[in-house]
């Protein structure tokens, strides 16, 4: 058990992309190595998952949800929400961490 969880750190460590311009901190931090370093769902982890990680860049996807059901999904996670349990929860996140993503969020929408 203990290897296993060191495993998947490991596996999580390295599909994570390389500090860049592309997003916030918090971003590649627990999100890239899902959603992709540009949020296209095209991570590691996220491409290759059922259903696969959101890509952010999709306009009617972005249409359907407001910044309230993003934060929710977010902080409670995809199994809260009636979406994939892949999507981890993060209850932790201050109020500046959650505007930044969901600024991301919607900032990739603009690039479709
Ligand atoms: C372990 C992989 C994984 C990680 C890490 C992850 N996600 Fe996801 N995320 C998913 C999957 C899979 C879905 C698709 C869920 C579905 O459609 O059922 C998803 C969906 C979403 C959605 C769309 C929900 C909706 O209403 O359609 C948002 C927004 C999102 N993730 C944001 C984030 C943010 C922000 C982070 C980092 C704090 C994050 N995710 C981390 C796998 C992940």
Redesign the pocket.
Known sequence: MRRALWLWAAL?GCSRAPRSAHGPA??EA??A???GADGR?D?L??RT?V????N?HDPA?QA??TDA??ED??RRG?LA????P???A?PD?VPSQMAE?VR??RAAGRTP
């Open positions: 999580l918090i971003f627990r999100c190595s899902c959603h769902g991570g982890l996220g998952s259903p696969p990680a959101r952010f996807w359907s949800r059901q993003l999904v977010i995809g929400v009636g979406k994939s892949l999507m981890p993060s996140l993503l991301f969020i």
